[in-house]
């Protein structure tokens, strides 16, 4: 029985596909359309699933959608009649599209996909919870589900056993601490729904020093982690802003326009809100766990990707272990919307080792043939040279790692999530105390004060950072080991905000953070043997399993799907070498890349 599930309409579109409760496939819009967080119906992702499995629309039993239209509307209308007439201008901007698509989704979906079986609408943090416990090694599990908003629901937790899952209560729209993570987003000058991971990135620079002024004047936070916030303070009920002219006046000025200066002031207010996100979230899986009385803990929504937050969580022992959906934020709905159709809806048994997730390394997009990748570079007269013995191919990478080379990474299948996991990613060595300023300015055209993630063996995660599990998806963030940590001067210590950067503070420079932190993917020989592979050379060769990983694209583009479009990110930046598959590219042998290539994605499967 094949199962397709769909998120779409707010942002980060996808589809997912199951067959008999086995994920065969998903991926994000974006990937194909390459309009990032592209929020449209995800066209592109459906005809991957499907081809994936060598099935058509005809073939599926069931359709789900990770929400439900008539409540998202409800609370629209709700919402703007409370503020009446206040929010007449944002009123107008999203009535077209709901009067004209949104509310007719069970026929949108038929027609687009020519499908004319059944249409199920799970509730939104229903598809959140479903996604986090049925793709969770645990048999049984509370969930904590925290986002935006779905349809009112902003952050609900409850239990999953065997497979059901319950929820037990939520908190309500418009008090939400993703919207307030937001708002705190929009106020420090980056870009709401793509910019939150940067102000996390920012917050170690800054001082808490508005921790009290958020916590006494636009939160009233209870010691069960539920909370409620002072709407007088915050636009996004009816204006089409987050944050009104009283909070500019409670902090200081107006928010900072994009892409000028960061200064001290941003800097303290992403500590801040950081700060306030790790302690509501602390208090509500304790919470959760005194109500429940579960040994494990899932989370999902787009809260769940604030990894240091997750970090805390898993530290402070409040459950034998945590899992975090890779894809927690909307593009995991579809996945969740499918699952629970399977387990919640058509009541098929589901069984769990407590060690080992459905999820499959999250490796569940397109892979592309050598054959296909060949055909790419011959077609366009790519100079390349050819590596048919992995081992002999694996230890070309750690020495070109070594020797302190960028390189494009494109193996197998394409990750589902907002990370990149060792198919889609730029590689480099860790050791290296320039990585991180190159890597920023010269290959991915970003903010200077952006870290970078390690790669590292899973079997050797506890010799480089204090952790003692795996981190597959790079949702955890532990600090580096005491003892590879180098201590700061005096005059180091003195100094404030941005200027901290260039301080090597350990002996993997390129993946430490300011506050000696990192956000750690652990790579595992099963689910990605090749990558663990040129680690596993690169320890044998140099003494070292970390290298530094960072998503296959140039600010302000999806990570790469197909082998054109990581060939024109590898030609427009500064990296050195790009391994498509077997296929090894020298920078040095490339002609100047006159246009961009269009060629055919043809998903031939490795």
């Known amino acids: ?31 194909f359309s390459r309009r990032k967080h592209d929020h449209r119906f995800p066209v592109n992702a459906v005809k991957y699933c499907l081809s994936e499995a060598k099935i058509k629309a005809d073939d599926l039993e069931y359709v789900a959608f990770y929400d439900k239209p008539f409540l998202k509307f409800e609370r629209l209308l709700e919402t703007y009649l409370t503020y009446a007439p206040i929010g007449i201008k944002s009123f107008i901007k999203a009535m077209p599209l709901w009067i004209k698509e949104k509310l007719w989704m069970k026929e ?43 349809e009112w629901t902003t952050t609900s937790y409850g239990t999953g056993e065997g497979n059901k899952i319950n929820i037990v209560a939520d908190i309500k729209f418009p008090h939400s601490l993703g919207l307030l993570y937001s708002a705190f987003t929009y106020y420090t000058g980056f870009k709401v729904n793509s910019g939150e991971y940067k102000v996390m990135g920012l917050a170690p620079y800054g001082e808490p020093k508005y921790v009290d002024l958020i916590l006494n004047e636009l939160m009233d936070l209870k010691d069960d982690g539920s909370f409620k916030l002072n709407m007088k303070y915050f636009n996004y009920c009816a204006g089409l802003t987050m944050t009104n002219s009283k909070f500019h006046k409670l902090f200081g000025g107006e928010p900072r326009k994009p892409e000028s200066k960061l200064t001290q002031r941003e800097m303290d207010l992403a500590r801040s809100v950081q700060d306030v996100t790790e302690e509501v979230m602390l208090r509500s899986a304790r919470h959760v766990k005194n109500e429940t009385g579960e040994d494990y803990l899932v989370l999902a929504g787009g809260v769940a990707l604030n990894c240091v937050a997750n970090g805390k969580i898993l530290r402070e022992n409040i459950f034998k272990d945590i899992w975090i959906q890779p894809a927690a934020g909307d593009a995991g709905g579809a996945l969740g919307a ?71 990474w494109f193996q197998g299948r394409m990750e589902f999530g907002p990370r990149a996991l060792g198919s889609r990613t730029i590689i480099g060595d860790a050791r290296s105390a320039k990585m991180q300023a190159t890597m920023n ?94 680690i596993k050379k690169l320890d044998e060769k140099y003494g070292c399993g970390v290298i530094v990983n960072t998503s296959f694209n140039v600010r302000g583009e999806p990570i790469v799907c197909a082998p054109q479009e990581a060939y024109t990110c590898f030609m427009r930046t500064d990296m050195d070498y790009l391994i498509l598959g077997n296929f090894v590219l020298d920078k040095k042998k490339q002609k100047p890349l006159e246009k961009d290539i269009d060629w055919k994605k043809e998903f031939e499967l490795d």
């Not at 979906?109 to 919870?129: R, W």
């Open 441 to 534: 300015l010269k290959i991915k055209f970003r903010e200077s004060f952006r870290p970078f993630a390690p790669s590292v063996l899973e079997e050797r995660i506890s010799d480089y950072f204090e952790i003692d599990r795996p981190s597959p998806y790079m949702l955890l963030v532990a600090d580096v080991k005491k003892e590879r940590q180098k201590k700061m001067s005096e005059n180091e210590q003195k100094l404030f905000g941005i200027d901290k950067l260039n301080i090597l503070r350990s002996d993997i420079p390129a993946v430490t953070h300011i506050d000696y932190s990192a956000r750690i993917q652990s790579v595992n020989k099963e689910t990605n043997p090749r990558y663990h592979k040129v």
């Open 108 to 150: 949108l979906i038929k027609s687009e996909l020519g499908y004319e079986g059944t249409v199920l609408f799970p509730e939104h943090h229903e598809s959140h919870a479903a996604s986090a416990f049925y793709a969770s090694p645990f048999q049984e599990a509370a969930f904590l589900t925290m986002d935006g908003v779905g």
């Open 1 to 31: 029985m094949y199962i397709l599930g769909i998120s779409a309409y707010y942002h980060d579109s996808a589809a997912a596909l199951i067959k008999d409760g086995e994920i065969i496939a998903a991926a994000q819009e974006e990937r």
């Open 338 to 408: 499918a699952l629970y159709v399977w387990y919640q809806y058509l009541g098929n048994p589901r069984s769990a080792d407590n060690k080992n997730d459905s999820q499959k390394g999250s490796y569940l997009g397109p892979a592309y043939s050598e054959k296909s990748i060949q055909k790419f570079l011959e077609e366009n007269e790519i100079t390349y040279e050819y590596f048919e013995n992995e081992e002999v191919l694996t230890e070309k990478v750690a020495d070109l790692i070594n020797e302190e080379n960028v390189i494009g």
